[in-house]
């Protein structure tokens, strides 16, 4: 009888526990670490001195022994994925492999409608790398030009009011 209860009491469980994965859109995999909600925060973030990058990455997934990074942006709704928010999920993907000695085959990224998978390959790793010596050699000059036409970023930017270039009050 306790028994019976006991593995109902289980199956319920592990049928919530599968209902809120879905729901957050995650890839099956053990979750790692975590940077939101309830569960293990990752200690620190994760540091490639040689790349002068450093992060958090939303979620770690252990999948087949390679640690899986996952960015999840709730608010935002598109059919395809912002190449800003690709190239920040490659940056997390070179944080991990920088940081475990193993490069993540891909990674995730959230939306609030659609789940988005990046893989990671040498193509998208050379791609970032490029990126980022643009940016560290950007953050030498004292004028920097806007990079792109959307108001709607410039309304969510904290430089807004310090920003000459912001395309709205
Ligand atoms: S306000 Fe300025 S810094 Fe911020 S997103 Fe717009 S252009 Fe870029």
Redesign the pocket.
């Known amino acids: 009888m306790l028994g019976g209860a006991i593995l109902g009491l289980a199956l319920l469980l592990l049928v919530v526990a599968v209902v809120l994965r879905w729901r957050a859109g995650l890839p099956w995999g053990r979750v790692a670490a975590m940077d939101v909600g309830v569960g293990r925060p990752l200690e620190r973030p994760l540091v490639a001195t040689r790349y002068g990058l450093v992060g958090k990455p939303d979620y770690l997934i252990e999948r087949g022994g390679a640690m899986v990074p996952v960015e999840v942006k709730p608010g935002r709704r598109a059919p395809h994925p912002y190449d800003s928010d690709l190239m920040q999920l490659a940056a997390y993907c070179l944080l991990v492999e920088e940081t475990t000695g193993h490069t993540p085959p891909c990674g995730y990224l959230r939306y609030a409608n659609a789940t988005f998978r990046l893989s990671y390959t040498p193509a998208v790793r050379r791609r970032l790398v490029a990126l980022l010596a643009e940016m560290h050699a950007l953050l030498d000059t004292d004028d920097v030009a ?1 990079s792109h036409d959307d108001p709607r ?2 309304a969510g ?1 904290g ?2 009011t310090f ?1 000459d ?3 709205v009050e």
């Open positions: 806007r970023r410039c930017c430089f807004r920003c270039d912001a395309l």
